[in-house]
C-alpha cells in the first residue's frame, strides 16, 4: 500500500545560518486522543506567547493533515490558510492565546514509520525529526519547548494499555472505552512526544536514585515476550547508576517506561520517560540471540537512558546541532559499555565500526561536517559522521583535559544549559571554561568535512630520534580548502633490541600543517607506537616494515595498538597481492600464531587481532577497488593462515564452549574466538569442515555458536549448507528477530550465486518490504557483501535500485539509506562506475520521488 501523505520532492535547501528564534512559545500543550487503528482523532490545545515584537502569524508546520476545525480563544477562527502543507494563523494584535485544532489521523496507512503509526494491532509515535507535524499542526522544531497534558481514549479491549511520556494522573472507564491522562512536568520539544496504546506485558522492576528517589521501571512488549526483556532491564539499571557515578546526573521521573515495537524505522528513540525501541535493541535469551545482539542491546538501553541528560534535559537549538546530542550520547554509551565489559576490546569494535561506515562517507559525494551547513531532508542526517566521528570529537576533547577536567565542562554544560534547547558551540564553551582549555583551533572539526592524513617519518641526528608530521585533510564536496586540525596524539617509542631505551606513553598535541617531535635518545630506529587507543579519527600514513609491525604485534603495551600493528601487517600484506605482487605470508601467519598464545587469557582481544581486515577495509587502501581480486586474495591468505595453524584452529574447536547463559567477557570472548576459528578451518577446504560446522551448529547450547557455524556453511555448497539453513528455517519461522538472521547469512555468503539467492529470497513468503529490519537483513546485508554487491554485471546494483524505486513510496526514510553504497562509484573501475550512475540515474527519473531520496541520489550522482 502506498502512502498517500508522504511529502512530493520539493528539493529546498536549509542552511544553518538561516536560523532564527521562534516567533511564537509554547509553554503548554493539551492533546486529545480518540484512538482508532484507521482513524485516530486528534484534539491539540496550544497556548501560544509572542516571543516577536510585532504581530507575526503563527506557523504551524503540518504533514499529511487537514485542520477539521481551528478555534482561538475557545471561538471558532477563521484567519487561517494553508501555505502548502502548513498552517498559518493570523492572531493579529494578541500576544498570547489558546489555539485549537482538530484533525483527523490514519495510523494504519502510514508505512512511513514516522508520526502516529500501527504496528501489528499496536499503536505507536516516532516524532524525530519531524514526525509530531504528521500527528498535528505545531511549529515542530527543537527550540519550542512545551509542558505536554496527554488524555487519550479508547477501546479497552483493543487498546487495554495507555502510554505517554510523564506521569499517569488519572484514568477511568467510559462504556467499552478507557481513557487515562499523562502529563509530563519537564517541558520538551515536539519530538520527544510519545504515545502508545495496545495490548502489552510488562517486567516490571524499581531503580533507588543516589538521592533516594525510587523509580518504577517498566519493559513492554507482545505477551510472550516478557521472558527475553531481563536483559535489557538490567543494562537499564546498570545505565542509571553509570550515569550518577560518572557525570553525577540522576533521573527525573517517577517512571520510566519502554516499549518495544516490531517494525521501527532505527534502532529506538529516546522519548521523554517513554522510550520506544526496536525490538532488536530489547529482547535477548541465549537460544535466540547472539553475543553481538546482547552487547547491542545493552549500548542501545544506555545511549537512549542517557539522552535523558544529553538530548532530553539540554537538547537541540536546530536539527544542525544534532551531533551535539548523537556524538556526545555515543561517546558516552560507548564508555558504559567499555566499563562493562573490556575497555580494549570495545575500543577495538569502534574503530571498526568508525573505519567501515565513516570513513568512506568522509571520502564520498555525502560528506559533511559533523555540525552540516545545510540540508534537505534531515532524516538524511542521521549519518556515521554526525554519530561517531561526533562521538570522537567529544572523545579528543576529553582525551586532551583528562577525565576530571572534562567532568568539570560536563558539569557546567549540564547546569548552564539544563532546561534550554542549545547548540555545539555552548558544549564547546563550556568544556573550554569548566576544564580550562583553548579550543579555538579545535572548533575546525565541527566545520571541516574530511577524515585528516597525517604522513609520518623519522628522522636521526646524532642519535636522537624525532618524528616529523605533515597534516593534510582532503577537500570534500563544497570545501576544496583545508585548515590544519587540532588533534591529541598519543605515541611510545621502543628499542627494538630490547634495550631498555623507551619513550613512554606521552599525549602530543598536533596543531600544524607540520611538525617535529621530539622522541629522545635510541641506539637504532625505534618502534613507533602510534594513535594509541585511536585518540584521534584519522588515517596515518607510516612506511613500516613487516619485522617492526610484528614486533610491535606482540610487545606494543598498549593493546589498541597491538591490534593495529597486526592488521596493519595483514593490511601491507593483502595490498601488495591484490596489486599481483608476490606476497609473503609468512610474516602475518607467524604473528597470529604469536598472538593465539594469550587465547586463554584474553580471549576476546584476540578473536579480534586474528580477524583479517574486512574486503571493504581493503578496498579502501587501493586507487580503485578490484572487488574479485580482494575477495580471492583475502581467502587466499585465510586459507594459508587456516593451513598452517591447523592444529591451533582445530585444538580451540575441540574444546567446549563456555555455557551460552554465561555473558562474562571471557566467555564472550572464548565464542567469539571459536567462530573465527571455525572460519579458518574452513577456508582451507578440509574435508571434515562441514560436518564440523554441522556439529557445532547441531549441538549450540545457543546462537552465538549456531549463527557462527550456519554463517561458516552458508559461504560453501555442503550438504550440510542445505540442511542447516532448513533445520533453521523450521525452528525459528515464527521469531521475525531470529528469521532476519536467517535471510542475512544467505546474503553475506561468500558463494558465487548470492545476487541470485537475494533476488530470490525477495520472492519467499516471509519477506516483506513493511519491516525495516527485513529489508535490512537481506538488503542491507547485500550492500556489505563487497564482492557481491560489486558483481561485474551490475546485477547487485540493479537489485539495490529496484529496491529503492518500490520502497521509496512506502518507507522514504529506509529507502534512502540503501543509497550510499551506490554512490562510491568513484572508487571503481570505468565499467562498474557507468552501471553505478546509470542505477542512480534510474532512480532519479522515478516520477514523486521523496524529498529523501532524491537529495541521496543527486548528491551520489555528483561524486
Ligand atoms: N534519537 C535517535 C533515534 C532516531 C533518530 C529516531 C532519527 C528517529 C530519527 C536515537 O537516540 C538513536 O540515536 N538511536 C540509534 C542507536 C544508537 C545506539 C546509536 C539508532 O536508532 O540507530
Ligand atoms: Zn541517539
Not at 203 to 225: A, H, P, Y
Not at 393 to 402: L, Q
Not at 548 to 567: G, M, S, T, V
Not at 812 to 829: E, N, V
Request: glycine share 8%.
Amino acid at each position: 500500500m502506498t502512502d498517500a501523505s508522504s511529502t512530493p520532492a520539493i528539493p529546498v535547501t536549509i542552511h544553518r545560518s538561516d536560523y532564527l528564534a521562534p516567533d511564537w512559545s509554547i509553554p503548554d500543550i493539551a492533546l486529545d486522543f480518540a484512538l482508532g487503528i484507521d482513524a485516530t482523532k486528534v484534539g491539540a490545545a496550544l497556548s501560544v506567547v509572542r516571543q516577536a515584537d510585532a504581530p507575526v502569524p503563527l506557523l504551524l508546520r503540518g504533514d499529511g493533515l487537514t485542520p477539521a476545525a481551528v478555534r482561538v480563544d475557545g471561538e471558532v477562527w477563521n484567519d487561517w490558510r494553508m501555505d502548502g502543507s502548513d498552517l498559518i494563523v493570523d492572531l493579529g494584535e494578541r500576544t498570547a492565546a489558546t489555539v485549537e485544532v482538530d484533525t483527523v489521523i490514519d495510523p494504519a496507512s502510514n508505512t512511513q514509520l514516522s508520526g502516529l503509526y500501527a504496528s501489528g494491532g499496536l499503536l505507536c509515535t516516532q516524532c524525530e525529526a519531524e514526525g509530531f507535524r504528521r500527528i498535528t499542526f505545531h511549529p515542530d522544531r527543537p527550540d519550542v519547548l512545551s509542558r505536554y497534558k496527554v488524555r487519550m481514549q479508547g477501546d479497552k479491549a483493543a487498546f487495554p494499555i495507555l502510554l505517554s511520556n510523564g506521569n499517569c494522573v488519572d484514568q477511568g472507564e467510559a462504556g467499552s472505552d478507557h481513557w487515562a491522562l499523562w502529563e509530563d512536568p519537564w517541558p520538551k520539544p515536539s519530538y520527544l512526544f510519545a504515545l502508545v496504546a495496545g495490548d502489552l506485558v510488562v517486567n516490571k522492576d524499581s531503580f533507588t536514585t543516589m538521592s533516594g528517589r525510587e523509580v518504577e521501571l517498566g519493559i513492554w512488549v507482545r505477551g510472550g515476550d516478557q521472558d527475553r526483556t531481563g536483559h535489557a532491564m538490567q543494562a537499564l539499571k546498570d545505565s542509571m547508576a553509570w550515569d550518577e557515578r560518572v557525570y553525577g546526573r540522576e533521573y527525573d521521573l517517577d517512571l520510566f517506561n519502554i516499549v518495544a515495537v516490531s517494525d521501527f524505522n532505527m534502532g529506538a528513540m529516546e522519548n521523554k520517560g517513554l522510550n520506544i525501541f526496536n525490538t532488536r535493541y530489547i529482547l535477548a535469551d541465549p537460544d535466540t540471540a547472539t553475543d553481538v545482539d546482547y552487547d547491542g542491546v545493552e549500548g542501545v538501553v544506555a545511549h537512549e537512558y542517557f539522552h535523558n541528560w544529553s538530548g532530553n534535559r539540554v537538547t537541540c537549538r536546530d536539527w544542525f546541532q544534532l551531533s551535539l546530542k548523537e556524538g556526545f550520547t555515543v561517546f558516552r554509551d560507548q564508555n558504559f559499555s567499555a566499563d562493562m565489559g573490556s575497555p580494549p576490546v570495545k575500543r577495538i569494535e569502534d574503530v571498526r565500526l568508525l573505519r567501515a561506515a565513516q570513513f568512506p562517507e568522509d571520502a564520498g559525494p555525502l560528506a559533511h561536517p559533523i555540525r552540516p551547513d545545510s540540508f534537505q531532508e534531515i532524516s538524511n542526517f542521521y549519518t556515521a559522521t554526525i554519530y561517531n566521528k561526533g562521538a570522537e570529537i567529544i572523545r579528543m576533547m576529553a582525551t586532551m583535559v583528562g577525565p576530571d577536567r572534562f567532568r568539570k565542562g560536563t558539569d557546567l554544560y549540564f547546569d548552564r544549559h539544563d532546561g534550554e534547547a542549545a547548540t555545539c558551540e555552548d558544549f564547546v564553551r563550556a568544556i573550554e571554561e569548566g576544564a580550562g582549555i583553548d579550543l579555538a583551533q579545535f572548533r575546525r572539526w565541527y566545520e571541516q568535512a574530511g577524515t585528516p592524513r597525517l604522513k609520518l617519518s623519522l628522522a636521526e641526528e646524532g642519535g636522537h630520534w624525532s618524528l616529523d608530521i605533515v597534516q593534510t585533510v582532503p577537500p570534500t564536496p563544497g570545501q576544496p580548502e583545508k585548515q590544519p586540525m587540532m588533534m591529541p596524539l598519543r605515541l611510545a617509542a621502543f628499542a627494538m633490541d630490547g634495550s631498555g631505551d623507551a619513550l613512554a606513553d606521552t599525549l602530543v598535541t598536533v596543531t600544524g600543517a607540520t611538525q617535529r617531535i621530539a622522541l629522545g635518545t635510541f641506539a637504532a630506529r625505534p618502534a613507533l607506537s602510534v594513535n594509541r587507543g585511536f585518540s584521534a579519527p584519522i588515517i596515518v600514513d607510516f612506511e613500516r616494515g613487516p619485522g617492526e609491525l610484528a614486533w610491535l604485534a606482540a610487545h606494543d603495551d598498549d593493546p589498541f595498538a597491538r591490534y593495529e600493528a597486526l592488521q596493519q601487517l595483514m593490511l601491507d600484506t593483502l595490498v601488495a597481492a591484490v596489486s599481483g605482487k608476490t606476497g609473503d605470508n609468512q610474516a602475518v601467519i607467524d604473528a597470529v600464531d604469536q598472538t593465539l598464545a594469550g587465547a586463554a587469557s584474553d580471549p576476546a582481544f584476540v578473536a579480534e587481532a586474528v580477524l583479517l581486515p574486512s574486503e571493504a577495509f581493503i578496498g579502501d587502501q587501493m586507487v580503485t577497488v578490484d572487488p574479485d581480486a580482494i575477495r580471492r586474495e583475502r581467502l587466499a591468505l585465510q586459507a594459508a593462515i587456516g593451513a598452517v595453524l591447523e592444529t591451533k584452529w582445530r585444538a580451540i574447536l575441540a574444546g567446549s564452549a563456555p555455557p551460552a547463559t554465561d555473558l562474562s567477557s571471557t566467555a564472550k570472548g572464548g565464542r567469539r574466538l571459536r567462530g573465527v576459528a571455525l572460519a579458518y578451518l574452513a577456508a582451507t577446504g578440509a574435508d571434515d569442515a562441514p560436518t564440523l560446522a554441522f556439529g557445532i551448529f547441531s549441538d549450540a547450547d545457543g546462537m552465538t555458536e549456531r549463527q557462527a557455524a550456519l554463517a561458516t556453511l552458508a559461504h560453501g555448497d555442503s550438504d550440510e549448507r542445505v540442511a542447516a539453513l532448513d533445520i533453521f528455517y523450521q525452528r525459528y519461522r515464527d521469531n521475525p528477530l531470529v528469521l532476519d538472521k536467517w535471510f542475512q547469512v544467505q546474503a553475506w555468503s561468500m558463494r558465487a550465486d548470492t545476487v541470485d539467492a537475494v533476488k530470490a529470497l525477495a520472492q519467499h513468503p516471509d519477506f516483506t518490504l513493511a519491516n525495516p529490519n527485513r529489508v535490512r537483513s537481506l538488503y542491507g546485508a547485500l550492500t556489505g557483501n563487497q564482492a557481491a554487491f560489486h558483481q561485474a554485471d551490475g546485477a547487485g546494483y540493479k537489485l539495490i535500485a529496484d529496491l529503492v524505486i518500490a520502497l521509496d513510496p512506502k518507507n522514504p526514510q529506509t529507502a534512502a539509506k540503501m543509497i550510499p553504497p551506490l554512490g562510491r562509484w568513484k572508487r571503481f573501475d570505468e565499467g562498474r562506475q557507468a552501471l553505478m550512475k546509470a542505477e542512480l540515474e534510474r532512480i532519479l527519473a522515478q516520477p514523486g520521488l521523496s524529498r529523501d531520496v532524491t537529495e541521496q541520489a543527486s548528491k551520489s550522482l555528483l561524486g
